[in-house]
C-alpha cells in the first residue's frame, strides 16, 4: 500500500504541475552560503519540465549568490568567510564578488597565440592603450560573445544597447579556474593544439569538484542616472572601458583602444555550469529589477534602465504588436553602430509562474522563488535582482557531441535537440544581452559552439588563435 500512495503520488506530480508539492520540493530550502552547488538536487519523480523546474532554479540562485559572495582582491575568487550570512553583500575594503576576481576573456585569449598569464597573476589591461601597466581598476574591454575583444558594445548577432539615457551597456565574460587551468594547461588557447575531435571541457564529479563555469556579465553606465538610484543597483566605481572609434588592429593579431573611468551598475547576469548529470551544461540568466520598470519594487520616480512608456507609444506597430518589424525593441542597430539615440526594448516572454502552486502550498514557480530568494537577501544590493530562467537538457544521457545542424530552431519553429532537448526550449532570454533575439535560448545558441569542438563554449570557439595571426569573428 505504501508503495501504492508513492506511486500515485508521482504520478499526480508528473501529471498535474499545479499539484500541492510542498513534500516534493521539501528540500530546496534557499541559504545564504559561500559554498557552490556542483550538481542540480536529486530528482526523486520522473517529472516533466515545468515540474522539475524547481530543482533547477533553487541550482541557479544558490549559485547566483556563492559568485555574488564576498571574496578578497588578491585571492583571485576564493569567497570570504563562505559559512557566514552575515558578510554576504558587504564589500568594503579589499572585497568583491567571486566572479570578479576571476579571469576575463581577454586574459585567457591574448590573441597573439602566447600562453595566458598563470591564474595567480594580476588581471591584464594591456587592451587600454592609455592605461599603465598595473592599474588596478577593473577592465571591462572583453568584448562579447561572437565579436572582437574590442567590440565590449556589441550582442551576440546583433550591435549595441544603449540605455534610455543614451549611454552604452557593457558586455564581459569570465570563466572560472577549472575551465581556465584545463585550456590554458593543454593550449586549447591556441586551435592549432586542438583534438581532431573537438574538445570536452571538465564537469567536475558532482561533490567537492566544481566543473567549467563561465559567467556573461552586463553593465549600464550610470553617468547620467541620478545617484540616489545608484543603490537599487551592484557597482563598480573607476571601471575602465573603450572608447569607441579608438580601437585599432595591430598587424592583425593585438587590438587595443584607448579606455576612461566610469561607474557601471550590473543590469545582467549569464551562468553556464556544467555538471556529471548535465554534460551540456545547465544555464540561468538574472536581471536587475529595474530593466523595464516591471517591478512593484522600482521606485515611482527612477525610470527604467531599458524601457520609456512615451517612447512606446511612438513605435506601436514595432513593439510586441508587430513580430516581423523587429518584436523585441524599437530599432535594430547595426554592429558597430555608435548612434547614441536610445533603444526601447519589451520583455517577449515572462518569468515562468509555474509550476502553480494550490490551496496553501508554496509557491515553488520561478515568480515564486524569487520572492522567496529577494526576501532572504533584503538588506543587500542583491534584493534586487531576479532569475528569469532556467535551461537544462530533458535528455542528457544523448552524446554531447550530437547537436542539431540548425540554428534557427526557435525561429523557424523547427525542434530543438541540442544535443539534449533542452527545457524549455526556446524564449528564453535576457533583454539586456539578447535584446533583439529574445525568441532563442542558451543551449540553442550554444550548439553552434558544440559543432565548432568546442563543447557549448562561445567562449573558446571564438575566441581560440588561429594560427596565421587572427582569432575566429562572427
Known amino acids: 500500500m505504501k508503495k501504492l500512495l508513492i506511486g500515485l503520488s508521482v504520478l499526480v506530480a508528473v501529471t498535474c504541475p499545479s499539484f500541492a508539492a510542498d513534500n516534493l520540493y521539501k528540500d530546496l530550502k534557499p541559504m545564504v552560503r559561500g559554498q557552490h552547488l556542483n550538481e ?14 524547481p530543482y533547477f532554479d533553487y541550482f541557479s540562485w544558490q549559485n547566483f549568490i556563492a559568485l555574488m559572495w564576498p571574496s578578497k582582491v588578491d585571492s583571485h575568487g576564493a569567497p570570504y568567510k563562505p559559512g557566514d550570512p552575515s558578510v554576504f553583500g558587504r564589500y568594503e575594503k579589499d572585497l568583491q564578488p567571486v566572479w570578479l576576481g576571476w579571469k576575463s576573456a581577454f586574459d585567457l585569449f591574448p590573441q597573439n597565440g602566447d600562453k595566458p598569464i598563470g591564474w595567480q597573476q594580476d588581471n591584464g589591461t594591456a587592451v587600454c592603450r592609455n592605461i599603465k601597466a598595473g592599474d588596478k581598476r577593473p577592465v571591462l574591454v572583453t568584448g562579447s560573445k561572437f565579436t572582437s575583444v574590442a567590440d565590449e558594445l556589441d550582442q551576440a548577432f546583433g550591435g549595441p544597447l544603449p540605455d534610455q539615457t543614451g549611454l552604452f551597456t557593457r558586455y564581459e565574460v569570465r570563466a572560472n579556474k577549472v575551465e581556465y587551468d584545463f585550456i590554458r594547461d593543454h593550449g586549447y588557447y591556441n586551435k592549432a593544439n586542438w583534438p581532431s575531435d573537438g574538445i570536452t571541457l571538465p564537469s567536475g564529479n558532482g561533490k567537492d569538484t566544481t566543473g567549467v563555469i563561465e559567467i556573461k556579465a552586463a553593465w549600464r553606465d550610470l553617468k547620467k542616472v ?21 580601437c ?37 540568466t538574472f536581471e536587475q529589477v529595474d530593466n523595464l520598470g516591471e517591478d512593484p519594487s522600482t521606485p515611482a520616480d527612477m525610470p527604467p534602465s531599458y524601457y520609456d512608456p512615451e517612447l512606446y507609444k511612438k513605435y506601436p506597430g514595432v513593439l510586441r504588436a508587430n513580430p516581423a518589424a523587429h518584436p523585441g525593441s524599437s530599432r535594430v542597430p547595426e554592429v558597430n553602430d555608435f548612434n547614441p539615440e536610445p533603444i526601447n526594448v519589451v520583455r517577449l516572454s515572462q518569468i515562468p509562474d509555474t509550476p502553480k502552486p494550490i490551496a496553501n502550498a508554496t509557491d515553488y514557480s520561478t515568480t515564486g522563488m524569487n520572492k522567496m530568494y529577494r526576501e532572504l537577501l533584503k538588506g543587500t544590493v542583491w534584493a534586487n535582482y531576479q532569475l528569469i530562467g532556467s535551461q537544462w537538457p530533458q535528455l542528457p544521457s544523448i552524446s554531447a557531441k550530437t547537436p542539431t545542424d540548425n540554428d534557427f530552431g526557435c525561429e523557424d519553429g523547427t525542434p530543438v535537440q541540442a544535443g539534449g532537448m533542452p527545457f524549455p526550449e526556446c524564449q528564453l532570454a535576457n533583454i539586456t544581452m539578447e535584446t533583439f ?36 569573428k562572427k
Open 40 to 53: 542540480v538536487p536529486a530528482h526523486r519523480f520522473a517529472a516533466s519540465g515545468v515540474v522539475k523546474r
Open 226 to 246: 541620478d545617484k540616489k538610484f545608484h543603490s537599487r543597483f551592484f557597482t563598480l566605481e573607476n571601471a575602465l572601458v573603450s572608447i569607441p572609434d579608438t
Open 248 to 284: 585599432s588592429d595591430k598587424h592583425n593579431s593585438m587590438i587595443i583602444c584607448d579606455c576612461e573611468a566610469t561607474t557601471v551598475g550590473l543590469v545582467g547576469f549569464h551562468i553556464a555550469q556544467k555538471t556529471p548529470d548535465f554534460p551540456q551544461w545547465v544555464w540561468a
Open 437 to 472: 533575439h529574445q525568441y532563442d535560448s542558451c543551449m540553442n545558441c550554444h550548439q553552434g559552439a558544440q559543432r565548432a569542438g568546442a563543447d557549448f563554449s562561445w567562449l573558446l570557439a571564438l575566441r581560440a588563435y588561429l594560427p596565421g595571426g587572427t582569432t575566429n
